[in-house]
Structures are given as structure tokens and as C-alpha cells.
């Protein structure tokens, strides 16, 4: 999880070609380690491993591509449905899968880059609702 973060921090600018190649290698290395993990043992549960050691396994997940991620996707909501994984992060799992398939996201997560500042958020469902499902999930109003 330091790993992933540190990566993605003041090093991996997007017209750097080679930070963005080590941020590529990075994280395949990353998900196939994770994958090797689900696996043997399964999804990377709180009760298993611990909250630090679940939301690294989350941190890589998230940025795994579709293919990866969606399967991925099934076995963390079925942590959540024993509370064995954190609500926001299941939020953002949920709104990244959906917006890689082009539909409309349900908490608001996922942002577009912007030249401008932090961006701009990619379309969501029933927006007169996202505050509530946003706080349902743990999630801060936006």
C-alpha cells in the first residue's frame, strides 16, 4: 500500500514516460501479488489481515485495470456484506468499475484530470440522492 501511494505521489507526473513506466510495473507487480493472495486465502478481509494490510489490498485493487477489477469487485462486496471491508472503499470500487464500463457512478468518486484544479466529477445516478448514498457509505459530503 506505501508502495502504491508513494508512486502516485510528486513522482509519477503524466508527461513523465518513464515514472509513468515504473508506476506501470509497479502496480502489475502489486496485483499479481494480490491476486496470488485471493487466491490462496481470498479476498484480504479486516478480520484477516487487519485494516492497514485490507486497505492496501483495496489501494491495489483500485488500481488494477477492468478485467482485474471487477472480479475483484464481487469478492469485496461480499466482505461487505460481513463488514470485513470498509464502506467508502467499497463505494469507490463501485463508482471506478462503473465509470471504466462508461455508465454513470452512484457515489460521486471518480473525478476527471483537470488542468484547472482537482477536477471534475464523472456523471452520477439519481444526483438528487448522491448526498445520502454518499453518507450511507461512510463517504464526506461533496
Known amino acids: 500500500g506505501r508502495d502504491d501511494q508513494a508512486l502516485r505521489g510528486e513522482h509519477a507526473r503524466p508527461d ?10 509497479g502496480d502489475e507487480a502489486r496485483q499479481q501479488r494480490l491476486a496470488a493472495i485471493i487466491a490462496t486465502h481470498g479476498w484480504p478481509t479486516l478480520t484477516m489481515v487487519g485494516w492497514e494490510a485490507a486497505n492496501a489490498a ?15 469487485l464481487a469478492l469485496m462486496q461480499d466482505a461487505a456484506a460481513r463488514h470485513e471491508i470498509a464502506p467508502y472503499n467499497l463505494a469507490t470500487s463501485i463508482d471506478r468499475v ?17 488542468e484547472h ?15 445520502q448514498r454518499r453518507l450511507q457509505m461512510g463517504l464526506p459530503r461533496r
Open 16 to 25: 513523465d514516460p518513464d515514472a509513468l513506466e515504473r508506476l506501470r510495473v
Open 58 to 72: 483495496w489501494l491495489i485493487a483500485q488500481h488494477a485495470p477492468l478485467a482485474r477489477l471487477k472480479p475483484w
Open 98 to 114: 462503473l465509470v471504466y464500463e462508461g455508465r454513470k457512478q452512484v457515489y460521486g468518486t471518480q473525478y476527471r484530470p483537470s
Open 117 to 131: 484544479g482537482p477536477g471534475e466529477a464523472y456523471p452520477s445516478e439519481n444526483i438528487d440522492r448522491l448526498e
